[in-house]
């Protein structure tokens, strides 16, 4: 049996054709549809619903308090139940011409996953619009440099169409996957480390007929933030990654507000200092809370309190900074460079630790 695995948000105007398609398709196979749908408000899982009534092969997880699209791929998958399992878009922009050949290709039973790429010679690509081609090949570099060489062959490690193997090894590593953003496939390939045999066949991804793409700018953070995290050997967690440089975006912040109130409002430096510190910090504070913590979000008279929270979170480490930086100046190393290095790491530490759990209540 084969398992479609399909996430779908707000495709009430798509998902109808596309699971007609897909039944006369697969007439003559064993199948089961499993459509993952957030509790779109535009009534998605409502005419899911009626296709699982007319049909036993349909099935549909409406998730509520849930969202995401690699969150929603990862249940499908481990909802399962077939010997394969394909992974498609619900708003019929894969060309449901690349199955069949992807069913006979792992029915051999020599691959782990087959990735149906849009960027083989073969693949036609008519539906990305000339800045996501783009960042779709810069993605695609990245992915090929922080990835293991076995999967330096790959044309597109961004697919949302690809088939897997179900079985005991590739259950494992689906379930550690971290679920964020946009970037299932990626995240597979990092956690597999070279183990998995692929293959990729082409792919035709057409025009969006209704409706938008949900792909936002955090979800690109995400996968910058994905990137980086493998750079390090998935050790340094990826929220502290993404905490470290809207922090070092906050030293740009200062810069440009003590350069403005001293030069253009001829503020003298020592009055000028704690607005732009305080612009600095409260900036970091909204950036955070906009993409590092966005699944915590605070809002309204929540946010309000945070900063307040936030700023003195971020004020203590200041004293301290001074003090650890002369301490280990005095007796430890006695360059400066290291010494103030040495204070940057343990006030980014506290900060981050403690603004986690006592801004954004995380554990
Ligand atoms: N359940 C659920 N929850 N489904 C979602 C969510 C979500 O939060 N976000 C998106 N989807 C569904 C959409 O309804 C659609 O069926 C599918 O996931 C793909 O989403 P699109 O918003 O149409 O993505 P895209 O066309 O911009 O991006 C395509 O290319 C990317 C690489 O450039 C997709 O194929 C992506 O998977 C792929 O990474
Ligand atoms: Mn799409």
Known sequence: MISIVIPTFNEANNIQLLLQNLINLLKNFDYEIIVIDD?????????????MKDYGTIKLITRVGRSGLASAIKEGLLFAQGKYSLVLDGDGQHDLSCILPII?????????????????????????SNKRSLGSKCANNLSRLSL???????TDFMSGCFCLKNNYKTKSLIKKIEINGFKFLYELLSISKGELVIKEVPLFFKERTSGNSKLDLANVWDFFISILHNFTFRIIPRRAISFGLVGFSGVFVQLFITSLLTKIF??????ALPIAVISAATSNFLINNQITFRSNRLEKKALF??????LIVASLPIIANIGITTAFYQYISASTFIAQLAGIVIVYAWNYLASSSFVWNNS
């Open 305 to 310: 309190i945070g900063l307040l929270k936030f």
């Open 148 to 154: 293991s060489s076995n999967y330096s062959q790959i």
């Open 104 to 128: 006979k290709e792992i029915d051999k039973g020599k691959y782990d996953l087959l990735i149906a790429s849009r960027f083989l010679t073969s693949s036609k690509l008519e539906g990305l």
């Open 266 to 271: 001829i503020f003298d430096f020592y009055r």
């Open 39 to 51: 509790d779109s408000p535009d009534g998605t899982s409502e005419i899911v619903n009626k296709y």
